[in-house]
C-alpha cells in the first residue's frame, strides 16, 4: 500500500506539474491573442450579462435553468475550500508573491473559460429525458475533426471526470466541512457525516433543476457573506495593507525574497511563486479543466457566444475577487510566516483562520469554519451534475443518474467520517487529467470560437446602442 501512495504521489505531482502548468496557461494566452483580447475587452459586458433579467423570448429557449442558474451551478463547484485553504497554501509555499500568479492564470483563464462553455452549448445534445446534455466529451464527440480520436478522448475525459467527482467532488470536501464543524463547534464526524448524506440527497435527487435553485440562492450568500467579512478584517488591517501589497509585487519577480509576520519568515523564489500561485489559481477556478462547460451546456440561451461571456465570469469571480480577499486579508494580517502552537509555519486553513481572528477574534474563526463549510457543501452539489453527466456519455443512457445521485450521496458519509491521504493524491490527479483532453479539444477548435466570438461582436454592439 505505501509503495502505491509512493507511486500515486509521483503520478500527481507530474501530473500537476510544470508541463501542465504550462499547458493550461499556454492555451489561455493562446486563446487570448486568437481572439483579439476580446474576452478581456468584453469582460464589463459579460458582467452585466450575469445581472440581466432574461426576456421572455430567451425564456422560451432550448436548456433546462436559467444563465444565472447555471453559473451559479459552475460556481458552485469552482468556489470551494482552494479559495480559503489553497491561497493560504500558496502564500506559505510559494511566498506573497503567488498571489500575483494566481490574477495572472486568471486573467488567460477568462479566455479558456469562454471558449470551453462557448463550445460546450454549440455541440450540446437533447438527451432521451429532454435534458440537456453538454461538455467537453459531447464536444470531442460531435466536432473533432477526426472523429475516432475525438471519441476516444471523449471518453478519457468523461472517465476522468467520473472518477473526480467522487474524490474532489465529494470526498475531499465532506471531509473539510466534517473537520470545520469538530474543530470549531465540537460535532462528530460521523453526526456531520449522516447530515451531508441526507441534506445532498434531499436537492439532488431532484436533478439539475433542484440544483441550480439551490445554488442560485446559496452561492451568491455565500460568496457576498464571506467578502464582506474579509473587507472588514482588510479595512480594520488597513495600516498594514500598503507593506503586505507592497511584498504580493515585490516577491512575485524577485529572484529571491523573504518576507512574513511579526515572529517568522517565509523565503520564495520567482519560480517558487508562479508554481504555486498558478497551480491553486487554476485549482480553484477550473479554467481549461473541463468541468464548468457541463453546466454552461444546460442554459436557457439563444447563442453559444452569449453563455460563454456569462459562464466565463466565473473565473472573474473565483480568482479575482474571492482569492484575492483571501490573499490580502493574509497579507494585512501579520499572520503569514508566523509559527502555530506546534512551533510549524501556519498555512491552509489555520493560517486563514488566524488571520480573520488577528481583527474578529472567535468570530473570525467561526466565519472562516462556515465559510468552509458552505463552499464545500456547494461544490459537492455542483460536481454531482458534472459526474453524472459524464456518466450518462459514458453509458448512453440516463438510467444510470438516479442510483448514481444515492450512491454519490451515501459516499459524502465516507468522506466526512474517513481522513485518507490517498484520496486526496487520486482525485487530484483524475483532476488533472481531465485537463488534457480537453486542452488538446480546445486547441485543435480554436477556429470554430474565433469565428462564433467575432460573429458576436455584432450583438454586443447592436446591445450597448439599444
Keep these: 500500500m505505501k509503495l502505491f501512495e509512493e507511486i500515486l504521489h509521483s503520478v ?6 510544470p508541463i501542465m502548468l504550462v499547458l493550461l496557461v499556454g492555451t489561455g494566452v493562446f486563446l487570448t491573442i486568437r481572439l483579439k483580447f476580446l474576452p478581456w475587452r468584453n469582460l464589463g459586458y459579460a458582467l452585466k450579462s450575469v445581472f440581466r433579467k432574461p426576456d421572455k423570448t430567451e425564456e422560451q429557449q432550448e436548456g433546462d435553468i436559467t444563465p444565472f442558474q447555471s453559473l451559479m451551478t ?21 511566498g506573497p508573491g503567488a498571489l500575483v500568479w494566481m490574477w495572472l492564470s486568471a486573467l488567460f483563464g477568462l479566455s479558456t473559460k469562454y471558449a470551453e462553455s462557448l463550445l460546450a452549448v454549440k455541440y450540446r445534445e437533447v438527451n432521451q429525458d429532454g435534458e440537456m446534455a453538454g461538455g ?14 475525438g471519441k476516444i478522448l471523449a471518453v478519457a475525459f468523461a472517465l476522468f471526470a467520473v472518477m473526480a467527482s467522487f474524490g474532489i467532488g465529494n470526498m475531499t470536501q465532506a471531509n473539510s466541512i466534517s473537520e470545520a464543524l469538530n474543530t470549531t463547534f465540537g460535532v462528530p464526524n460521523a453526526v456531520t457525516g449522516v447530515l451531508l448524506t441526507v441534506l445532498a440527497l434531499i436537492v439532488l435527487l431532484g436533478g439539475i433543476k433542484s440544483i441550480g435553485k439551490v445554488c442560485e440562492k446559496i452561492v451568491p450568500f455565500m460568496a457576498v457573506l464571506y467578502f464582506v467579512c474579509g473587507l472588514v478584517v482588510i479595512i480594520l488591517n488597513i495600516k498594514n495593507l500598503p507593506a503586505g501589497v507592497g511584498q504580493i509585487f515585490s516577491m512575485a519577480f524577485s529572484v529571491k525574497a523573504v518576507s ?7 523565503i520564495a523564489s520567482m519560480l517558487s511563486a508562479m508554481r504555486w500561485g498558478v497551480a491553486r489559481g487554476v485549482f480553484s477556478n477550473e479554467a481549461g479543466l473541463g468541468s ?10 439563444d447563442l453559444p457566444s452569449r453563455q460563454g461571456y456569462i459562464n466565463m465570469t466565473g473565473t472573474f469571480f473565483d480568482t479575482i475577487v474571492v482569492c484575492t480577499v483571501t490573499g490580502l486579508v493574509i497579507a494585512s494580517s501579520g499572520q503569514l510566516g508566523v509559527a502555530g502552537a506546534d512551533g510549524e509555519l501556519l498555512t491552509g486553513a489555520s493560517l486563514t483562520i488566524a488571520s480573520f481572528q488577528s481583527v474578529l477574534g472567535t ?14 457543501f456547494s461544490t459537492i452539489l455542483g460536481w454531482e451534475y458534472y459526474g453524472e453527466k459524464s456518466l450518462e456519455f459514458l453509458v448512453g443512457s440516463t438510467k444510470a443518474n438516479k442510483p448514481y445521485r444515492l450512491f454519490f450521496s451515501l459516499i459524502a458519509f465516507f468522506g466526512a467520517t474517513q481522513t485518507l491521504s490517498i484520496v486526496w493524491d487520486f482525485s487530484d490527479t483524475m483532476n488533472g487529467l481531465m485537463a488534457i483532453p480537453n486542452l488538446i479539444s480546445l486547441l485543435v477548435l480554436s477556429g470554430v470560437v474565433a469565428k462564433d466570438c467575432f460573429a458576436y461582436q455584432d450583438v454586443i454592439k447592436k446591445e450597448r446602442s439599444e
Design 12 to 17: 500527481n505531482d507530474f501530473v500537476w506539474g
Design 74 to 94: 459552475a460556481l458552485a463547484a469552482t468556489i470551494g475550500t482552494g479559495n480559503i485553504v489553497g491561497v493560504a497554501t500558496a502564500m506559505v509555499l510559494g
Design 136 to 149: 467537453p466529451m459531447y464536444v470531442m464527440k460531435n466536432a473533432f475533426p477526426i472523429p475516432v480520436l
Design 260 to 266: 512574513g509576520g511579526v515572529g517568522g519568515a517565509i
Design 292 to 301: 464548468a462547460p457541463i453546466a454552461a451546456a444546460a442554459a436557457k440561451t
Design 363 to 376: 468570530f473570525g474563526g467561526w466565519m472562516v469554519s462556515i465559510g468552509i463549510m458552505l463552499f464545500a
